[in-house]
């Protein structure tokens, strides 16, 4: 992404940056064709059978298929047998809710209000993302439904309908998902992460050369670092893999994704030709092709060191080393990642819950809930209000702007509304122009499986243009398949387009505008409360019966990486920010991703020396010893609390006051060591010792840059 903050900040012309933006987002990459079609084939698929058998509510079961979980087809079935127990939750929940209310709008009004609120904070703290996002879908279809002037028993027909049409869904797209299955090839983490390894050190073996790279490489290096890394993070947190793994491979996921866009910046420089260049550039690319094959053969990879003695000609070519140093440290103290991949009740992890450990506590879950709730509250009355119930579609599509609203901004609130406007003037077109002249679901079919390829491509881009792609679809399916029949009436268009339009214009209102902050503040926030929590966790556990200490210790952990994944995705958000601020924000970011990947290695350091901490069966030390590490990690948290002191600005002492707790740390566990006769427990101490000094490493180097970062120019 350093890649893209670059180009955008000297681009002379909007339109030539826009061209280019939309040719790096649209370009294709390994297994995006393979998602399209199951995509489209899903999608399709329940067109044609809720046309054919004229199943209600097809339009949204056919935009459904674009929000189930696709991170693998295991973890597809997983998902869509744990949302039978919340789509009957909902279900009930909703006929019991109509039965009590229906006949009292006052009543009424307030109940879908609290419906509204919860289907939002169920949305951001359930664990299972897929089912929050089915038991809010199912709200937002059906809650026009309780305010026609139908017979009651009609309503209860058309709530089962939805059920079932969200259901069938449900159903073609795991059965979609089973028959790629055998097409899948490699890990959903892995693979593409060696993707990303193999065009680093393509690049790097033609500098290596003392010759310029081709423009595929360059282009290749280069599209990479427009692509990112959000997927893969997002397929990180939705996926089944224990908690441990998730957390490491989100530091690989980082550290990969930062040499990616330093060796993109490294293709605008001159190529490095001397002699010892070429051969630190030689080390370098066998140091990235062996941590290539590790990952792909599911091993850790073995400790990195290279020669600093000599600066090279380029500065990024020591960040690279730098970052590469860094990727087999995210595993101290690991077992192979075959072994991590998979939960393992005895390894420790959390046990399952529905919600997150934090539903209860963090205030930002309520913030959430209340602007989602009260923009949805406010076009539910405004279309009772002036009687138009075909703009309720802006209940809907609050919803679904809810899903994108991490890092949101004023520029992606544009993308909203031209993916809006673009979808209604092509469903409105393609009804004057093509629909009149088809007479059959054949015909149809084309048509649609068409339109809902380029949507889907368009979806499948980076997070900073997949919404445009399903707000194209929505618009296409909520003109097209409400009836069963070939819609060529205008009226219906109208009208669902400005209930789409309604609902942009308050979600940007309440999101945007009421609640607005600008994305480098609210990034820098969210940093420097990462930091904090790191200090917390550092002088943990702080009780001593273990339940208590084990479950703070997931608490804060899920905290810290909520953060951290917050912090990236508001780092993508700054890119869209234009202003008198701009170049300070763009330079607060490239710090902060810079320092991304050290505070997650830290962070991973810490849940180690946790361990060591709790006594946890393994890592037991000898009591001198134990006393000496608290020490040490008190003096770490003193450290972490002068850095964010820093950070916001406040006055904090400039000693270095971890390196006397270390040295006698080291000087007790020296002599343990020379008195202990058995070489596992030499050896097991030795490995706790440099576990701490990595992380004193690692925190000196990051007060040193926050240092430099402030120096005056």
Same mark, same amino acid.
């Given at each position: 992404? &350093?890649?893209?903050?670059?180009?955008?900040?000297?681009?002379?012309?909007?339109?030539?940056?826009?061209?280019?933006?939309?040719?790096?987002?649209?370009?294709?990459?390994?297994?995006?064709?393979?998602?399209?079609?199951?995509?489209?084939?899903?999608?399709?698929?329940?067109?044609?059978?809720?046309?054919?058998?004229?199943?209600?509510?097809?339009?949204?079961?056919?935009?459904?298929?674009?929000?189930?979980?696709?991170?693998?087809?295991?973890?597809?079935?997983?998902?869509?047998?744990?949302?039978?127990?919340?789509?009957?939750?909902?279900?009930?929940?909703?006929?019991?809710?109509?039965?009590?209310?229906?006949?009292?709008?006052?009543?009424?009004?307030?109940?879908?209000?609290?419906?509204?609120?919860?289907?939002?904070?169920?949305?951001?703290?359930?664990?299972?993302?897929?089912?929050?996002?089915?038991?809010?879908?199912?709200?937002?279809?059906?809650?026009?439904?309780?305010?026609?002037?139908?017979?009651?028993?009609?309503?209860?027909?058309?709530?089962?309908?939805?059920?079932?049409?969200?259901?069938?869904?449900?159903?073609?797209?795991?059965?979609?998902?089973?028959? !790629?299955?055998?097409?899948?090839?490699?890990?959903?983490?892995?693979?593409?992460?060696?993707?990303?390894?193999?065009?680093?050190?393509?690049?790097?073996?033609?500098? /290596?050369?003392?010759?310029?790279?081709?423009?595929?490489?360059?282009?290749?290096?280069?599209?990479?670092?427009?692509?990112?890394?959000?997927?893969?993070?997002?397929?990180?947190?939705?996926?089944?893999?224990?908690?441990?793994?998730?957390?490491?491979?989100?530091?690989?996921?980082?550290?990969?994704?930062?040499?990616?866009?330093?060796? =993109?910046?490294?293709?605008?420089?001159?190529?490095?030709? %001397? +002699?010892?260049?070429r051969r630190r550039i030689r080390d370098?690319?066998?140091?990235?092709?062996?941590?290539? $094959?590790?990952?792909?053969?599911?091993?850790?990879?073995?400790?990195?060191?290279? =020669?600093?003695?000599?600066?090279?000609? %380029?500065?990024?070519?020591?960040?690279?080393?730098?970052?590469?140093?860094?990727?087999?440290?995210?595993?101290?103290?690991?077992?192979?990642?075959?072994?991590? =991949?998979?939960?393992?009740?005895?390894?420790?992890?959390?046990?399952?819950?529905?919600?997150?450990?934090?539903?209860?506590?963090?205030?930002?879950?309520?913030?959430?809930?209340?602007?989602?709730?009260?923009?949805?509250?406010?076009?539910?009355?405004?279309?009772?209000?002036?009687?138009?119930?075909?703009?309720?579609?802006?209940?809907?599509?609050?919803?679904?702007?809810?899903?994108?609203?991490?890092?949101?901004?004023?520029?992606?609130q544009f993308l909203r509304i031209t993916?809006?406007?673009?979808?209604?003037?092509?469903?409105?077109?393609?009804?004057?122009?093509?629909?009149?002249?088809?007479?059959?679901?054949?015909?149809?079919?084309?048509?649609?499986?068409?339109?809902?390829?380029?949507?889907?491509?368009? $979806?499948?881009?980076?997070?900073?243009?997949?919404?445009?792609?399903?707000?194209?679809?929505? #618009?296409?399916?909520?003109?097209?398949?409400?009836?069963?029949?070939?819609?060529?009436?205008?009226?219906?268009?109208?009208?669902?387009?400005?209930?789409?339009?309604?609902?942009? !214009?308050?979600?940007?209102?309440? *999101?945007?505008?009421?609640?607005?902050?600008?994305?480098?503040?609210?990034?820098?926030?969210?940093?420097?409360?990462?930091?904090?929590?790191?200090?917390?966790?550092?002088?943990?556990?702080?009780?001593? +019966?273990?339940?208590?200490?084990?479950?703070?210790?997931?608490?804060?952990?899920?905290?810290?990486?909520?953060?951290?994944?917050?912090?990236?995705?508001?780092?993508?958000? #700054?890119?869209?920010?234009?202003?008198?601020?701009?170049?300070?924000?763009?330079?607060?970011?490239?710090?902060?991703?810079?320092?991304?990947?050290?505070?997650?290695?830290?962070?991973?350091?810490?849940?180690?020396?946790w361990k060591y901490r709790a006594q946890?069966?393994?890592?037991?030390?000898?009591?001198?010893?134990?006393?000496?590490?608290?020490?040490?990690?008190?003096?770490?948290?003193?450290?972490?609390?002068?850095?964010?002191?820093?950070? +916001?600005?406040?006055?904090? /002492? #400039?000693?270095?006051?971890?390196?006397?707790?270390?040295?006698?740390?080291?000087?007790?566990? +020296?002599?343990?060591?020379?008195?202990?006769?058995?070489?596992?427990?030499? &050896?097991?101490?030795?490995? *706790?010792? /440099?576990?701490?000094?990595?992380?004193?490493?690692?925190?000196?180097?990051?007060?040193?840059?926050?240092?430099?970062?402030?120096?005056?120019?």
């Amino acid at each position: 992404m &350093a890649t893209a903050a670059q180009r955008i900040s000297n681009v002379p012309s909007p339109l030539i940056w826009f061209w280019q933006f939309l040719k790096e987002e649209l370009a294709s990459y390994p297994g995006r064709a393979r998602l399209v079609a199951r995509i489209v084939i899903a999608a399709t698929i329940v067109m044609i059978l809720t046309m054919t058998f004229r199943i209600p509510f097809g339009a949204y079961a056919a935009i459904y298929t674009f929000l189930i979980s696709r991170e693998s087809p295991r973890k597809t079935v997983k998902s869509a047998m744990t949302e039978v127990l919340v789509f009957v939750c909902a279900a009930f929940y909703i006929l019991v809710g109509a039965m009590l209310f229906v006949n009292h709008p006052m009543f009424r009004l307030l109940w879908i209000v609290a419906t509204l609120f919860i289907m939002f904070y169920a949305l951001n703290t359930m664990t299972n993302y897929t089912a929050a996002v089915r038991f809010g879908w199912l709200i937002v279809i059906t809650i026009p439904l309780w305010d026609m002037r139908i017979p009651a028993e009609a309503k209860l027909e058309e709530m089962l309908w939805a059920v079932g049409a969200i259901t069938l869904a449900s159903l073609v797209s795991v059965g979609v998902e089973l028959a !790629f299955a055998g097409l899948s090839s490699g890990d959903q983490i892995t693979s593409p992460l060696a993707e990303r390894l193999a065009a680093v050190e393509d690049l790097l073996d033609h500098y /290596s050369k003392g010759e310029s790279a081709n423009k595929e490489t360059e282009k290749r290096i280069t599209h990479l670092a427009m692509l990112g890394t959000s997927n893969l993070r997002r397929i990180l947190q939705r996926s089944g893999y224990s908690p441990h793994y998730a957390e490491q491979m989100g530091a690989v996921v980082v550290l990969i994704g930062r040499l990616v866009d330093v060796a =993109a910046n490294l293709t605008h420089l001159v190529t490095c030709n %001397s +002699e010892q260049d070429r051969r630190r550039i030689r080390d370098l690319v066998q140091s990235v092709s062996g941590i290539r $094959a590790d990952l792909l053969k599911g091993r850790i990879p073995h400790p990195i060191h290279f =020669a600093t003695n000599v600066l090279p000609a %380029s500065p990024l070519l020591s960040e690279m080393e730098r970052t590469v140093c860094l990727i087999p440290e995210v595993f101290a103290s690991s077992q192979p990642l075959s072994t991590n =991949a998979s939960t393992n009740p005895g390894s420790g992890d959390p046990p399952f819950t529905l919600f997150v450990r934090d539903a209860w506590s963090d205030p930002e879950h309520i913030k959430f809930a209340l602007k989602g709730c009260l923009a949805a509250s406010l076009c539910y009355i405004i279309y009772n209000a002036v009687d138009w119930p075909g703009i309720s579609t802006a209940v809907t599509t609050c919803f679904l702007t809810a899903l994108s609203t991490v890092g949101s901004s004023h520029q992606k609130q544009f993308l909203r509304i031209t993916a809006a406007v673009a979808g209604g003037a092509l469903g409105i077109g393609i009804q004057i122009l093509v629909l009149p002249e088809l007479d059959s679901v054949g015909g149809f079919t084309v048509l649609f499986s068409a339109i809902m390829v380029a949507a889907a491509w368009v $979806a499948t881009a980076g997070p900073r243009l997949s919404y445009v792609g399903l707000q194209v679809a929505l #618009v296409f399916c909520i003109i097209n398949l409400q009836e069963f029949r070939i819609q060529t009436a205008l009226a219906p268009a109208r009208d669902r387009m400005a209930g789409v339009l309604l609902g942009l !214009f308050m979600m940007w209102l309440i *999101f945007d505008q009421l609640w607005s902050a600008p994305a480098v503040g609210q990034m820098r926030k969210t940093f420097t409360a990462t930091l904090r929590l790191l200090a917390q966790f550092a002088r943990e556990p702080l009780s001593r +019966e273990l339940r208590v200490a084990t479950d703070r210790s997931y608490s804060i952990r899920e905290a810290i990486n909520k953060n951290l994944e917050q912090t990236r995705a508001l780092a993508d958000g #700054v890119l869209f920010e234009f202003g008198p601020s701009r170049e300070q924000g763009l330079l607060w970011r490239d710090r902060i991703v810079r320092w991304q990947p050290q505070v997650r290695i830290l962070f991973l350091t810490r849940i180690a020396l946790w361990k060591y901490r709790a006594q946890l069966p393994g890592f037991e030390l000898p009591e001198a010893i134990q006393a000496a590490q608290q020490e040490f990690d008190y003096d770490l948290a003193g450290k972490f609390d002068e850095i964010t002191n820093r950070m +916001e600005s406040k006055s904090a /002492s #400039v000693e270095n006051i971890t390196q006397s707790s270390l040295d006698r740390l080291e000087r007790i566990i +020296e002599i343990y060591s020379s008195k202990e006769t058995d070489p596992l427990l030499t &050896a097991h101490t030795q490995a *706790f010792l /440099s576990l701490c000094r990595t992380a004193e490493n690692l925190t000196v180097s990051l007060d040193r840059e926050l240092r430099v970062s402030q120096a005056p120019a």
